[in-house]
């Protein structure tokens, strides 16, 4: 049996998840799809017009990549600078809410678990083909936009327990708990001044597997979500969504 | 008459002085006269000059005025006379018809600097020119006391010659490597390198050989048989041990600085000789030869930085008062999700309807009903009142279950782990309760032996398990899961090292715990520890290494309330150490 088949059917309620790097193809689908919608079309009058809201959809999709390229080089805190004043993050079933709640899932969850780091797809997980488009919509007023697009990361959290191999672990910069995740960004930005900063951003992850580079299999995981909030949790969010 | 010397306190225990700066000014006053040495020094060096060049450190102009003296000019400064010591070592003794040849092959030389707090300690290869310098220090850390060190590689300086390209280096080429040692001071050693930056040692002479104790430490590679190595007793003494070893001799050449448990300055040179006691299997990719140690810690660039598991610090001893408030907090019992916990066993229904009464020489008698999986009755023997618990239980072997519960409402805070061998009759129990006489957030434990009284079964009058050492010298890694392993090295019969795994394989910090060993059978162990002066928790396990995996369990009290959990694992044989005969009262 397919092994990604076994695997969906052991876990029936698991969107699977598919790969394609294909970087190229993702933005000619993005562009032929920006601010294309039928009821908009209808006001979108003007080739100016259209023209501009493709140079800010191809804009979203740079800063898009520069996120992911901060995220995988750690640069947690340029992250935080690219999100507006009052932004949220929603991951794992926490809200990270303004620029405070915004750095510390970056600047400490993250950090601490080495998470986002741009890592390939788990063997035998894959994405839908409509999940792995990267989306730009643009709205008419050119002061908005939302965006979809697919990630494939690793993310970690540090362990926990109070055993002095846990604490010995974490002291040598270990004691991580590491996982692949693959999902889609949901994404809204705002422009500000003259560029374009993110407004929310969403993890909506489709598949967790204990896969770390180099193996040759993964099996689903279940990773808890939140549980608690900020501040009886440091680097948890401000509410549990 | 005992010729063993057994301290009043173990190492852990001592309550070292927080000597000042200006005590330890004091106190380093003789070491300006150079180290002691039993063994004779070596004048090789006596009437010479050497300029050693470092990488990004010091150079060094040296005047060898005899072989007691010298003066040093450190990077083009005012030269300073001070006491010194050298010692040789062979690189190879030849034999013949003609006599004893020998050549010497490296230089080692050791001094202090008068009036500060500062030294340097000199590898020399003569026949490389390689020079490896450790510049050593006090008054570095809070606690004053540790030795620092900061090591740099480089090269005596010849005129006319280019400076040579390669260096000493770390290595992981001596990993897993243990050793006997015996001084020309009388003082005798185990030490064990399972780790790259960490190695344990048992003093067998200075106290008594029953425990391990582990302190960061420096591997350097000379040649293919030459390296240099380090450790630092740190959270305890703070006293330095260095030294040049041959492994195909078995000799070595060093130096011991700091001051002891009497506050005494200890500043000598040693020769010693002694015996590869075993090898361990490491871990890391063949590729690797670990010139590079890959820790993710923050501040490693600083000078005299090193890894440094720190633990009296990090868990200050607390009060009964504070553990009563913590575990009206958190009383967690089996809450299930630990860190130890990813490769536990399943949990057995073997105890499931079953009544019987454990019976323990010259201890408890307890009469159990186990009504399901999860929740089992017990009384004392002779009470009418049971007392409901919940528990877990495994079976690691055939015929064996093992078995922990509270006992609630006790105080102080007290349960069990019970082994039972329905094979035997047979019944061991490590009955552990929250408090020890040093500290009320360690816990305390004793083994107990008996039988099992039940239906269809007769025990035995005589037979029980026992007290052994059959895992002493051996060594197992043990996977928790797929982010957390380590490497136990059951290195005395009363004492254990835990190593932690790097990401590449290679083994990184270290520590070590008093410990107990019993069999129950051929390749099954009752095992429990207690992290004291530590986090004052215990580990109970069962080692089976007919089927390479444990089941057991963590019982702790203290700022994080009550704790009674499970913990399991897979383990791999990583060899073991020929020590056994170091260790009994007939040693």
């Known amino acids: ?241 | 008459m005992s010729k063993a010397s057994f301290p009043k306190e173990q190492m852990h225990r001592i309550k070292y002085t927080k000597l000042t700066k200006e005590q330890i000014d004091r106190k380093l006053v003789p070491a300006a006269a150079g180290p002691e040495c039993v063994s004779e020094f070596s004048d090789v060096l006596a009437g010479k000059r050497l300029k050693i060049v470092t990488d990004n450190g010091p150079v060094l102009n040296y005047t060898f005025n005899d072989k007691n003296k010298l003066s040093v000019s450190v990077d083009g400064g005012a030269s300073v006379e001070s006491g010194y010591g050298a010692l040789t070592m062979e690189q190879d003794a030849f034999f013949s018809q003609y006599g004893t040849l020998t050549r010497e092959q490296i230089v080692f030389f050791s001094h202090m600097t008068p009036k500060t707090q500062t030294g340097y300690n000199v590898f020399i290869d003569l026949e490389s020119n390689l020079a490896t310098v450790f510049e050593v220090w006090f008054s570095g850390y809070k606690d004053l006391r540790e030795v620092q060190r900061q090591i740099y590689y480089g090269y005596v300086e010849t005129a006319g010659n280019e400076a040579p390209i390669k260096r000493h280096h770390l290595t992981n080429r001596i990993e897993g490597k243990g050793f006997h040692w015996k001084q020309d001071t009388g003082i005798e050693t185990l030490e064990f390198f399972p780790s790259i930056v960490s190695s344990s040692f048992v003093e067998l002479t200075r106290f008594g050989g029953e425990l391990t104790f582990c302190g960061p430490s420096d591997y350097i590679r000379i040649n293919d048989h030459l390296f240099i190595y380090d450790r630092t007793e740190c959270e305890f003494s703070g006293i330095m041990t260095l030294y040049v070893m041959d492994l195909l001799s078995a000799t070595q050449a060093g130096m011991r600085l700091g001051f002891n448990e009497k506050d005494e300055l200890e500043y000598y040179m040693f020769r010693g000789s002694g015996e590869i006691v075993g090898q361990l299997a490491i871990f890391e990719p063949f590729n690797d030869r670990g010139e590079k140690i890959p820790l993710n810690m923050p501040g490693m660039d600083q000078k005299g930085a090193r890894p440094v598991y720190r633990p009296f610090g990090d868990h200050p001893p607390i009060t009964e008062s504070e553990i009563e408030e913590a575990v009206r907090k958190s009383t967690l019992i089996f809450p299930g999700g630990e860190a130890m916990a990813g490769n536990k066993m399943g949990l057995s229904h073997y105890l499931v309807g079953l009544e019987l009464t454990v019976r323990y020489d010259n201890g408890p008698a307890w009469d159990y009903r186990f009504d399901n999986m999860k929740k089992l009755r017990w009384r004392k023997v002779g009470d009418t009142q049971w007392h409901e618990e919940v528990y877990e239980a495994f079976q690691p072997d055939r015929g064996v279950i093992f078995f922990a519960h509270m006992h609630s409402g006790m105080k102080p805070y007290e349960c069990v782990k019970i082994v039972l061998d329905f094979s035997n009759g047979l019944t061991s129990c490590v009955h552990s309760q929250v408090g020890s006489k040093y500290m009320a957030n360690e816990v305390s434990y004793r083994f107990i032996f008996g039988v099992i009284e039940m239906e269809g079964m007769t025990p035995p009058k005589y037979l029980r398990h026992a007290f052994t050492d059959e895992l002493a010298g051996r060594a197992l890694t043990w996977n928790y899961s797929d982010t957390l392993t380590s490497m136990h090295v059951y290195s005395t019969p009363h004492s254990y090292s835990w190593t932690i795994f790097m990401e590449n394989g290679a083994m990184g910090m270290q520590w070590s715990s008093p410990s107990r060993y019993a069999k129950i059978r051929d390749g099954l162990y009752l095992f429990s520890w207690v992290e004291e002066a530590c986090n004052g928790g215990q580990g109970t396990i069962l080692i089976n290494t007919k089927t390479m995996h444990d089941c057991g369990f963590g019982f702790s009290g203290g700022k994080d309330g009550l704790r009674l959990d499970t913990m399991g694992a897979f383990a791999r044989n990583a060899g073991s150490y020929d020590v056994k005969r170091f260790f009994g009262p007939g040693y």
């Open chain 1, 1 to 241: 049996m397919d092994f990604v088949k076994s695997l969906s059917k052991q876990n029936p309620g698991r969107r699977s998840f598919l790969w394609k790097a294909g970087a190229a193809m993702s933005a000619v689908v993005a562009s032929a799809v920006a601010g294309v919608s039928g009821a908009k079309q209808s006001t979108d009058t003007t080739l100016q017009d259209r023209i501009g809201r493709l140079e800010d959809a191809n804009t979203i999709r740079r800063l898009h990549q520069a996120f992911e390229s901060r995220l995988d080089r750690g640069m947690y805190e340029d992250v935080v600078g690219m999100f507006a004043d009052d932004a949220e993050v929603v991951f794992n079933g926490g809200l990270f809410a303004g620029k405070e709640g915004i750095r510390r899932l970056y600047c400490d969850h993250f950090n601490s678990g080495l998470t986002g780091k741009k890592i390939e797809p788990a063997p035998g997980f894959r994405l839908e083909p409509e999940q792995q488009q990267d989306i730009v919509e643009v709205a008419l007023d050119r002061k908005a936009a939302t965006g979809q697009f697919p990630y494939s990361m690793q993310a970690g959290t540090p362990m926990t327990g109070d055993s002095s191999l846990v604490q010995m672990a974490r002291l040598q910069g270990e004691g991580i708990v590491k996982w692949w995740e693959g999902g889609v960004y949901h994404a809204s930005y705002v422009k500000v001044g003259a560029g374009w900063k993110i407004k929310r951003l969403e993890y909506r992850a489709a598949s967790k597997a204990d896969y770390k580079p180099g193996r040759m299999y993964a099996m689903p995981i279940d990773v808890p979500a939140f549980k608690s909030v900020f501040p009886k949790n440091p680097i948890g969010p401000d509410r549990l969504v």
